[in-house]
T-cell receptor, first 114, second 112 residues
Framework: DTGVSQDPRHKITKRGQNVTFRCDPI?????LYWYRQTLGQGPEFLTY????????KSRLLSDRFSAERPKGSFSTLEIQRTEQGDSAMYLC????????????FGPGTRLTVT | QKEVEQDPGPLSVPEGAIVSLNCTYS??????FMWYRQYSRKGPELLMY????GNKEDGRFTAQVDKSSKYISLFIRDSQPSDSATYLC????????????FGPGTRLSVLP
């Protein structure tokens, strides 16, 4: 296992389009997090899954954002009706139940909304 | 006031120097403290993780937590040009790892 992977690495879309990102966590990790990071800022928490259950969502996560983890393995983050303010790096991280504070991040998906 | 603050830098030091990176925070409920290194256009990489107050050492890296002052530090000894990156601190109040809060990061340049 080579770590957390994310796809695509880059996405350019026009305002108003829908986009979907995928995250594959480290295989034995049961917790999965999504973050958004803009230039010069640290990652901002968006949402968190334990297995397939979405346990917490940030108030940053407007109703245009939805995340799923259908079988407790990979996760998807969808943004509907994208806006220019959605341009950011979207990061996924995973942790194990035995070391819940050791987060391992993927390389991120860089979204540009034109 | 943001929950977690860091000096954004950039911080430039000569190769071999000891580097001190710091974060302050306002939420006294934070108990878990992490340091990440992030290279440009990459995801953060976990360097150190500590619980509550005290010191932790790992190779050239030492993390310190002073909960009474709400202040954490990361020291890098014998800094190398490959240490040039943005360093992020992160904290959590617990609850099985929910809701980590990150600082904005400090950009470090180690000059050969």
């Amino acid at each position: 296992d080579t770590g957390v992977s994310q796809d695509p690495r880059h996405k350019i879309t026009k305002r108003g389009q829908n986009v979907t990102f995928r995250c594959d966590p480290i295989s034995e990790h049961n917790r999965l997090y999504w973050y958004r990071q803009t230039l010069g800022q640290g990652p901002e928490f968006l949402t968190y899954f334990q297995n397939e259950a979405q346990l917490e969502k940030s108030r940053l996560l407007s109703d245009r954002f939805s995340a799923e983890r259908p079988k407790g393995s990979f996760s998807t983050l969808e943004i509907q009706r994208t806006e220019q303010g959605d341009s950011a790096m979207y990061l996924c991280a995973s942790t194990s139940g035995t070391s819940p504070y050791e987060q391992y991040f993927g390389p991120g998906t860089r979204l540009t909304v034109t | 006031q943001k929950e977690v603050e860091q000096d954004p830098g950039p911080l430039s030091v000569p190769e071999g120097a000891i580097v001190s990176l710091n974060c302050t925070y306002s939420n006294s409920a934070f108990q878990y403290f992490m340091w990440y290194r992030q290279y440009s256009r990459k995801g953060p990489e976990l360097l150190m993780y500590t619980y509550s107050s005290g010191n932790k050492e790992d190779g050239r890296f030492t993390a310190q937590v002073d909960k009474s002052s709400k202040y954490i530090s990361l020291f890098i000894r014998d800094s190398q040009p490959s240490d040039s990156a943005t360093y992020l601190c992160a904290m959590s109040a617990g609850n099985y790892g929910q809701n980590f809060v990150f600082g904005p990061g400090t950009r470090l340049s180690v000059l050969p």
